[in-house]
C-alpha cells in the first residue's frame, strides 16, 4: 500500500516565526489532504489539495503529484497553531491513509 | 451543525467489559470509517464500509466489529475489553473515490 511520511517529527519555534512542513507519498495520488490536530484532540481539516497551490490566511498547502510531495506554509506562527499536522493520502480502495504528523509548538 | 458527530467523547470500562461507540454522519457521503489513534498519535485505518463492501484492516481483533444501521450511521462494538484497546478512537467519512475526509471529534476509550 501507500506510504506517507512527513517531516520533521518536531518543530519549535518562537511565535511569529514561519514554517513549512514536508509530507512525501510513495504512489501517484489524485488527493492529498492537510490535517491539524489541536492540544484538545479534534481533527481540522487545513486543505483538501490534489495538485497546485492553496491559501487559507497564514496557511498555504501545494502539491506537486507528479513529484509526489505536498508542503504546509504556515507563516507568523502563533501559539494556537500548536498541535499536530497530518497529511493523508489514499490508499488502497481510496481509503485515507496518514502520515506520523509533525508535532509543532509555537512558544509565545 | 456537526457533520460527523461520535458519542460518547470519554468511555472508561473495565477489562472484559463490551462497550459501542455510535457514528452519524450529515454529510450524504457514501464510505464511512474507523481510526485508531494510540498513544503515539499515529492514526491507523481500522474499518472502511460503504454499501457495498467491508474492508478490514487485518491487524484489527476480531473483538471489534463496525455496524451500519443505515447510510448515515457505523457504530463501532468491541467485545471482551483489554487494556490494549485503551486510545482514541475516529470516525470518519468521504464519498468514495473524492475522498475529502471529514473526521468526528474522537473517543477516548480507557480500560481499567
Known amino acids: 500500500g501507500i506510504q506517507v511520511e512527513q517531516s520533521p517529527p518536531d518543530l519549535i519555534l518562537q511565535e511569529g516565526a514561519n514554517s513549512t512542513l514536508r509530507c512525501n507519498f510513495s504512489?501517484?495520488?489524485?488527493?492529498l489532504q492537510w490535517f491539524h490536530q489541536n492540544p484538545w484532540g479534534q481533527l481540522i481539516n487545513l486543505f483538501y489539495i490534489p495538485s497546485g497551490t492553496k491559501q487559507n490566511g497564514r496557511l498555504s498547502a501545494t502539491t506537486v503529484a507528479t513529484e509526489r510531495y505536498s508542503l504546509l506554509y504556515i507563516s507568523s506562527s502563533q501559539t494556537t497553531d500548536s498541535g499536530v499536522y497530518f497529511c493523508a493520502a489514499p490508499g488502497g480502495s481510496y481509503i485515507p491513509t496518514f502520515g506520523r504528523g509533525t508535532s509543532l509548538i509555537v512558544h509565545p | 451543525d456537526t457533520a460527523v458527530s461520535q458519542t460518547p467523547k470519554y468511555l472508561v470500562t473495565q477489562m472484559g467489559n463490551d462497550k459501542s461507540i455510535k457514528c452519524e454522519q450529515n454529510l450524504g457521503h457514501d464510505t464511512m470509517y474507523w481510526y485508531k489513534q494510540d498513544s503515539k498519535k499515529f492514526l491507523k485505518i481500522m474499518f472502511s464500509y460503504n454499501n457495498k463492501e467491508l474492508i478490514i484492516n487485518e491487524t484489527v481483533p476480531n473483538r471489534f466489529s463496525p455496524k451500519s444501521p443505515d447510510k448515515a450511521h457505523l457504530n463501532l462494538h468491541i467485545n471482551s475489553l483489554e487494556l490494549g484497546d485503551s486510545a482514541v478512537y475516529f470516525c470518519?467519512?468521504?464519498?468514495?473515490?473524492?475522498?475529502?475526509?471529514?473526521f468526528g471529534q474522537g473517543t477516548r476509550l480507557t480500560v481499567v
Open positions: 470518519a467519512s468521504s464519498q468514495e473515490g473524492v475522498s475529502e475526509a471529514f
Open positions: 504512489d501517484s495520488v489524485n488527493n
